[in-house]
């Protein structure tokens, strides 16, 4: 099941739900608990809690409660603790006397060699960056101490994932209920993700696309999500679907090789290339069916088109002939700049489309930048344009004009090279041809792109080729055993 990321209203309204669970504390010693484990669990695993020594650093807050509260849990289980109070009269009274009564000290500043610091900056509270004051304290941290924020890394926008300048970047964040906007929208500085169960329920239920419900909705797929298209006993090469890529062009012959090479390893219906760089393609790989022209091409069932194919006449002609047909689309690169300057090609559009900028396209498309807030951004464009955009970069995110989005950490940015988006675009363009829809067929794409990148790189630069190479060992990481039911029902209602 897709994981929802909340608000940082919608955080409080399930606080507030849960009645007087808030109101007499039990939710906060819920969160300090789920802290102080996460934390304990840490220094167990680098040899005990016993003479161990964390820090933490208090903010104004509830926030700074929580921390006061799990750093009180573990001086009791013999952690030598130390606190930074940022705002001593304001910092949490209750949090604060516990804290005193286990044994926890207060200072100015934390000494050094601490093995764990705790940022109870800021949660979903925080506005703006991180202050002076609280940047000092963890700018003078060593290497070697683990960072564990408390909800949220401080100077991070829980709602737009926005990073400040300063922040804290953290080896491991500690949540409660639900993930946050922020833990996907700024995955990397928030590190491992722990999600701690207090008792608390969403309160938005479902989302149905009604405007009752907040939106723009943000979700992420776990691996299971990804539903990727194997072939069946009575499958054909016709029947999974054939994806046509028109792509490159004598100057930019690679993008077509490198976007018809992933359409060919992505699934195993048919691939077949229209443009000038035929020869090359099928040098590459012969079992592409290759044309010159779009007359000659043959039938398919989802086009591509875009990658290093050009800008010029015949590229605008080539784009309303596809744009005309019922067909699912895909559009990149100098398609997007061609669309950009002729939006009314895609106006009218029913049949599945998908838009593929990275942040340059984007802001050709929409005539201003994407800004700190992608997620608004990406969701605004698909919803007045009625059709789904996938914003590329660490984070992709896969917007449906219903506003549900879904969002993708690529977990590393080895991705980030030239020729990498060929490589999704024929991924994405086989999957649509395979019938998913144009978010599933992009969040199923961005996925295996992601981890393709990963594999191919074991730590070292690569180009989009390894790239492209890696991307069947990556695809058998998401088909193993679950490409089945047992009872032979599609699980394409996923
Ligand atoms: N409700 C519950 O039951 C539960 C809530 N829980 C916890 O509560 C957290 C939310 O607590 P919250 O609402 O008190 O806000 P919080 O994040 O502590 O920050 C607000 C304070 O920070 C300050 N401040 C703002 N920006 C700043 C900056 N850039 N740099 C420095 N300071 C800044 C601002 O003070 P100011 O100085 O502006 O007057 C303000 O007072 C939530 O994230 C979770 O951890 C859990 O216990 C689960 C149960
Ligand atoms: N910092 C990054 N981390 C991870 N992936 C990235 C990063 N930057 C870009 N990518 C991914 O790499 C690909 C680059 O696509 P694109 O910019 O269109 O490249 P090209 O046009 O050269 O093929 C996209 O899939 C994008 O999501
Ligand atoms: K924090």
Redesign the pocket.
Known sequence: MPTRHLTADEVRDAERASGHLLTDGTLMRRAAHGVAQVVAGELRSTGGCYGRSVGVVVGAGDNGGDALFAAADLARRGVATHAVLLAPDKAHPAGLSAFRAAGGRVGDQLPDGLDVVIDGVVGIGGRGPLRPAAAEVFDALGPETTIVAVDLPSGVDADTGEVHTPAVRADITVTFGFPRRAHLLAAPVCGRVVVVDIGIGDPAGEFDGSSKTVSPQLFSYSDEDIDWPLPGPGDDKYTQGVVGIIAGSHRYPGAAILATGAAVTATSGMTRYVGSAHAEVVAHFPEVVAAPDLADAGRVQAWVVG?GMGTDDAALTTLRTVLDTDLPVLL??DALTVVAEHPELVARRAAPTLLTP?AGEFARLTGAGVGADRLAAVADLASRWSLTVLL???I?LIAEPSGRVVGND?G???????????V?SGIAGSLLAAGRSPQEAGAAA?RV??RA?ELASCGAPIG?SALLGALRPAIREFTAPRGRTRTGTPRSSR
């Open positions: 990658p990149d690169a990275h590329k970069g660490r992709t690529a590393s940015s080895w991705a980030a090279t030239a020729g990498a988006g060929d999704l961005a792109h992601a990148a989009a």
